[in-house]
């Protein structure tokens, strides 16, 4: 990207880097129904997942990822698994077992 780049330009570079990030599918999709969301963060970043191997053998790291949630209080058990399980089967992560 050139250092001389205006202002208005910059800003339409922003515009599509952003488009381009919410297009973008999540790596990892899972439920936390019988452990908090802290605790299950936790085994991720601690390698007790496939979330930890699956970021080092696509040479990503921890800080270059966003995390994000849905917290959802009104489905049972099984309503989430099926929820989970529907949404990994539409946006196919990378780091979820097929």
Not at 25 to 52: E, F, K, M
Request: hydrophobic share 40%; glycine share 6%.
């Amino acid at each position: 990207m050139s250092r001389n780049m205006d202002r208005k330009s910059m800003i339409e570079v922003l515009k599509v880097l952003r488009t381009a990030f919410d297009l973008s599918g999540p790596l990892y999709i899972g439920i936390t129904a019988r452990q908090s969301l802290l605790d299950r963060l936790n085994q991720h970043l601690s390698g007790d997942s496939a979330v930890y191997p699956g970021l080092e053998s696509a040479g990503l790291s921890w800080d270059e990822i966003y995390f994000s949630w849905i917290e959802i209080d009104v489905l049972n058990s099984e309503s989430l698994r099926s929820c989970e399980k529907l949404l990994q089967n539409v946006f196919k992560p990378l780091f979820c077992k097929a």
